[in-house]
C-alpha cells in the first residue's frame, strides 16, 4: 500500500478555462500516489414521465454504451417525474440495458409524491444509498426526500445512521471522499449541516448534486461543490450530461451532448485535503435561542429520538403514546417518561398516524398492509393485504376505520376483527392523508384532484368534486378538511381556497388570492368562527365560517419565513398551534392574535401534532425527534 504525502500549506485554486468559473480556498494539496485517473459520467434529473424524459434518458444510455473510457455511471436524483410505480419500473427498464456499473440515489420528484412512500425506490434499485472505492477514491451518495411532504429537502434520519456506520466500517480518513446527493449541501436542506458535519471529519474533496437543472459551481463550507445539468432536453434539440475526468489530482468537467459532441472543459477543480475538520467554517447554522427567549411559557419536560425519520402524527391510549417511522416500527412511548416500551416491524415506512379503537391499533405500511396491533403489547392481531403502499392515516368511528390507500381503493374496517365492511374502489390517484367524519359522511381527497364524500354506512359515492388541475401536483390531497355549519372547507396546492356544501358537494365559494397564498396547512378555530389557514408567506389567518364569500376575519402578528408544511394547525385551550417545516411550533393568542410562544424543535419538518391534557403537546419532526412539552 503507498504511503500517502501532504504539505502543510497550500492554495485550492478552483479554475475553469476561457470564460469559465475561477474559485480560490487555503488548502492542503494532496500529492496523490495511490490515485490511477479514470473518468466517469454524472447523470442527473431525468424525470422519467415528464414529455421528453424517458426519451432522453433513452438516449443518454445508448450514448454512454458507446463511451469507451468511462468507468461507472452516478445519477444523482429526480429519476421520475412523480415517483409512480409506472415510472419507476420504466427507468429501471431503461437503465437495464446500460452496459456500465451504475449508482442511483433518489430525489425530491421520487419521494415527495410517491404512491408508495419512497417504498419502491428501495425495491426498484435495491437501495436509497451507495458508498463504493474506485482507484483509491470512496464515493458515497444519500437520499434527500422530503418523502410525502412538501417542504424542503431532508437527508433521511436512517440515511445519517448509515453513514456513520459505513465510516466506522472504513476507517481510513486520509482517502478522499466524493459525496454526492440530489441538493445543494445549503439551507436547501433543512439538515445539511448533519451530512457535511460527518463528511468533514473526512478527506472530503469534492462534492456533487443535481436539482437546479444547470451547471454550476459552489463552495459548502469550504468544500467545492458542483451541480450538474439535467439530462431533459428542455428547449433544446437533445438533452445532455456530464463527464467528470479525475486526474493529476483535478476533477474536469466536460457536457456530453448524446451522439453528437463532448463540450470544451466548463469546469476544473482541484482535487485537494482541505483539512476541513481543523477549521471551523459554519455558515447559516439553526438559532434555537427563542428556547431560552419563551422558557417561562413553554417548557420541554421529555425528549425522544429516534434512528430514523418520523412522518406520523400520534395516537393516545392509556399512558402510552403510538406513532411510526420510516424504517417500518410502529412503536410506543410512555407519556409520562418518554421511554418505548414496545415496537413492532412492518415491511415498508409508516407515514400515516396510528389510530386507536379501544385496545386495538389500526395503522398503515408502505409494505402493503393495514395492521391492527394489541395497544398494549404492539403484537399483529390481525392485518389485511393491499396490491399497493397504504400511506393515509385512518379514522375510527363506532369501531370502524376508515382509510384510504395507493391502489385506488378507500376501505371501511372492523377495527377489532380486522373484517372489511366496504370497499369504494373508484378512487384517483393515491391517498395520503386522514378523512373528515361528518353527519354520516367521510371525506377525503387524492393525488389524481380527486375529492370524495362516501356514505359511512355503505360506503357509497354521496358526491365528488375536482378542483380542474391536469397536475397532481396540485391537489388537494394533504389537507385535513374542516367543516362547519355544513361547510366543507379545503386548502390546495394551486392556492385556492375552496368552500363546498358538505351535504351535495356544491361550490359555495373558490377563491385565489394573489396575498393571501393559502396552500395545504389549516384547521379550525374551538368555537368554530373561523378556519385557519397558513399562508406561504407565513402568515396566519382566519376565515369567517360565516360569511358567504372568503372573508379574512382574524389576523394574527405571527411571521413565519417562506413556509409548505402540509401539517394540519390545531388548538390548545385558548391557543393556536402553528407548526413549520423548519421545526418551529407557534403558539398563538386565539383571541388577539399575538404570538405567546415559540419553541424551536428541530430544523427539519413538524409532523401531526398531538394535544393532550393538562396543558401538554407531544409534537415530533421529521428528523426522528419527539419532545413533551408544558405550555402554559
Keep these: 500500500m503507498f504511503l500517502r504525502f501532504r504539505q502543510t500549506v497550500g492554495v485550492l485554486n478552483l479554475l475553469v478555462k476561457a470564460g469559465v ?5 487555503t488548502a492542503v494539496p494532496l500529492l496523490g500516489i495511490t490515485q490511477q485517473p479514470f473518468k466517469f459520467a454524472q447523470v442527473t434529473d431525468t424525470h422519467v414521465g415528464s414529455s421528453t424524459g424517458a426519451e432522453d434518458l433513452r438516449c443518454t444510455v445508448r450514448d454512454l454504451n458507446n463511451q469507451k473510457d468511462i468507468d461507472f455511471v452516478l445519477l444523482s436524483g429526480d429519476v421520475t417525474e412523480f415517483g409512480s410505480d409506472e415510472e419507476l419500473q420504466l427507468a429501471k427498464q431503461i437503465l437495464d440495458s446500460l452496459y456500465l456499473p451504475l449508482y442511483v440515489i433518489p430525489g425530491n420528484h421520487d419521494s415527495n409524491w410517491s404512491e408508495s412512500g419512497a417504498n419502491s425506490f428501495r425495491k426498484v434499485f435495491n437501495g436509497e444509498t451507495f458508498f463504493f472505492r474506485h482507484k483509491g477514491y470512496m464515493f458515497m451518495g444519500t437520499a434527500s426526500g422530503p418523502n410525502m411532504r412538501m417542504g424542503p429537502g431532508q437527508v ?6 448509515w453513514m456513520d456506520s459505513v465510516f466506522a466500517a472504513h476507517s481510513d480518513v486520509e482517502t478522499p471522499l466524493i459525496y454526492i446527493n440530489h441538493y445543494p ?3 436547501s436542506l433543512n439538515n445539511w449541516y448533519e451530512a457535511i458535519d460527518r463528511v468533514k471529519q473526512r478527506n472530503v474533496q469534492l462534492m456533487l448534486c443535481g436539482h437546479g437543472h444547470v451547471n454550476k459551481l459552489y463552495d459548502w463550507e469550504g468544500i467545492p461543490g458542483a451541480m450538474g445539468r439535467s439530462n431533459l432536453r428542455a428547449k433544446d434539440s437533445i438533452g445532455g450530461y456530464n463527464i467528470i475526468s479525475i486526474a493529476n489530482n483535478k476533477a474536469v468537467y466536460q457536457v456530453r451532448r448524446p451522439a453528437v459532441k463532448t463540450e470544451d472543459p466548463w469546469l476544473q477543480v482541484d482535487l485537494l485535503d482541505h483539512r476541513i475538520g481543523q477549521h471551523d467554517v459554519r455558515s447559516g447554522r439553526p438559532d434555537y435561542s427563542v428556547n431560552e427567549k419563551y422558557k417561562a411559557q413553554v417548557s420541554e419536560l421529555w425528549r425522544f429520538e429516534d434512528e430514523a425519520d418520523l412522518g406520523a402524527g400520534f395516537a393516545e391510549y392509556k399512558q402510552l403514546l403510538i406513532t411510526g417511522n420510516t424504517a417500518g416500527y410502529v412503536f410506543a412511548l410512555d407519556n409520562k417518561s418518554g421511554r418505548k416500551i414496545w415496537a413492532y416491524k412492518t415491511g415498508g415506512k409508516i407515514y400515516g398516524t396510528p389510530a ?3 385496545r386495538m391499533v389500526v395503522v ?4 402493503g398492509n393495514i395492521y391492527g396491533l394489541d395497544a398494549d403489547s404492539g403484537k399483529e392481531k390481525w392485518r389485511i393485504r393491499t396490491p399497493k403502499a397504504v ?14 390507500s395507493s391502489d385506488g381503493v378507500f376501505r371501511a374496517i372492523d377495527a377489532v376483527s380486522g373484517k372489511i365492511r366496504w370497499t369504494f374502489n373508484e378512487v384517483a390517484g393515491y391517498v395520503s392523508a386522514r378523512p373528515t367524519l361528518y353527519n354520516g359522511l367521510v371525506i377525503f381527497g387524492s393525488w389524481g384532484n380527486g375529492f370524495y364524500a362516501l356514505n359511512q354506512q355503505t360506503g357509497k359515492l354521496v358526491w365528488s368534486w375536482s378542483n380542474g388541475q391536469s397536475s397532481r401536483m396540485l391537489s388537494a390531497a394533504a389537507c385535513y378538511p374542516v367543516v362547519q355549519h355544513d361547510k366543507l372547507y379545503l386548502v390546495a396546492p394551486d392556492r385556492y381556497m375552496t368552500c363546498l356544501n358538505a351535504k351535495t358537494g356544491a361550490v359555495i365559494w373558490r377563491n385565489k388570492m394573489d396575498d393571501v397564498r393559502v396552500r395545504e396547512s389549516m384547521g379550525i378555530s374551538k368555537d368554530g368562527q373561523y378556519v385557519y389557514v397558513k399562508t406561504m408567506d407565513g402568515n396566519l389567518l382566519g376565515v369567517s365560517t360565516a360569511a358567504e364569500e372568503m372573508h379574512i376575519g382574524w389576523h394574527s402578528t405571527l411571521q413565519l419565513p417562506y413556509e409548505l408544511n402540509p401539517t394540519a394547525i390545531e388548538t390548545a385551550g385558548s391557543q393556536v398551534l402553528v407548526p413549520s417545516h423548519s421545526g418551529l411550533l407557534s403558539g398563538v393568542d386565539a383571541v388577539s392574535g399575538q404570538v405567546l410562544w415559540q419553541y424551536k424543535l428541530s430544523n427539519s419538518m413538524i409532523n401531526p401534532m398531538c394535544v393532550s391534557k393538562g396543558g ?4 415530533s419532526s421529521m428528523d426522528g425527534k419527539i419532545v413533551k412539552l408544558k405550555v402554559k
Design 21 to 25: 468559473f475561477c474559485f480560490f480556498l
Design 156 to 161: 433521511p434520519r436512517e440515511n445519517l445512521v
Design 185 to 187: 449541501q445549503d439551507s
Design 356 to 358: 386507536v379503537w379501544k
Design 364 to 367: 398503515g405500511s408502505s409494505d
Design 391 to 404: 400511506l393515509g392515516s385512518p379514522v375510527v368511528n363506532h369501531g370502524v376505520a376508515f382509510i384510504g
Design 616 to 619: 401538554h403537546v407531544i409534537v
